[in-house]
């Protein structure tokens, strides 16, 4: 069923290159990811705990014979034509300058490139906390390491996916999002220590549990100059207590600079450090198939997102505490930055129905919006069809 998604994404997208190009494209495909836990730790170079999905971005590209590049955002009906050597940010851009900005990363870490044209589509809906932005920033800069055989590690195209969202996007996001959607793999989730970049890929047997993602369909404005705000606080109080970044600390010691530090940064860095051990507990909890415990686990992030954190917003606390009420469910929280996107929770299986009716239902009722299931598929991460 979902491969035969996947392949109708794919064949759509080949065909409109060749339809429009008369020749014969390369195609790479770039998922998106869950996480399961650990949020706002990775630019505190703490521990994450993510995973590709099996949906994405299906990517067509080819060498062009015109002097500028040609873009095709088919989900959008939105073309963009720019020359390589005239870059710049688009202000009224979305998807665009995710484009821009890994064009603009390769010329300036020395990579020359020809004219090329593309065209792109996803099943992977935008603003939703499933990194689409991601999915975009890898699919892209995989395909042109392809095309123009550029040589790059996949640790080196995601810091160039990452530099490209700070500097043309202007969000000063972790590595989470394109490390989970380049180096996924199917049926395993990836607890990666950000400061290290080491990673213990963990098989997600949940037994007779699933990972539902529900999509709240909010993103609220502000989401990222909030998001950036969380940074500059954390980055603040490692600066006070004299560490290069937040998870070189430990909690007690965090403790005893408490008076020192303004009330608000407090909270934000003690939440980071729960965060982190959270991680290694719902690894712990995996392995020791406790699955109550992880979903405990689960809800005590999302208590830390949104009362230390302050990241959520009323949807999404809706959604969490409606799922409590539901039998069967074991623990839900918001996933990714914040401020909407969705929730992620772990259900029985046998209670997956009544989730999704009852949650429809309830906010349906509450907001007059739609909600979207997607119980989670692990896949692999991003790679050439
Ligand atoms: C966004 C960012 C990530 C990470 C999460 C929160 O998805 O892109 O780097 O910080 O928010 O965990």
Redesign the pocket.
Known sequence: MVVNEQKTLEDTVAGHYRQTYSSEPLMVFSPGRI?LI??????NMGL?FPAAIDLGIAMAIGLSNTPYCEITALDESEVLQFHCDHLQISPQGEWQNYVLGVVAQLRKTGHKLQAFQMCFGGNLPQGS?M?S??ALENALVFSLNELFDLQLSREEMIYIA?AA?HEYVG?Q??????YASMFGVAQHALLLHCKTMEVETVKMDLQEHVLVVVNSHVKHSLAESS?NDR?AACERVAAHIGVAFLSDTSLDYLQAYKAQLDSEDYQKARFVLEENQRVLAARSAIEAKDWPLLGTLLYASHQGLKVLYE?SCEEIDFLVDTAKTIDGVLGSRM????FGGSTISLVHRDAVATFSNRLKHAYQNRFNLDCTMYPVKIGDGTRKL
């Not at 650990?38 to 630019?43: C, K, L, M, P």
């Not at 996933?335 to 914040?338: A, C, F, I």
């Open positions: 996480n650990g949020e706002h730790t990775d630019y994450v906390g990194s932005s991601a990452q969202e969000v996001c972790g590595i989470m999002d394109q998001y940074r990241v996933m990714g930055g914040g």
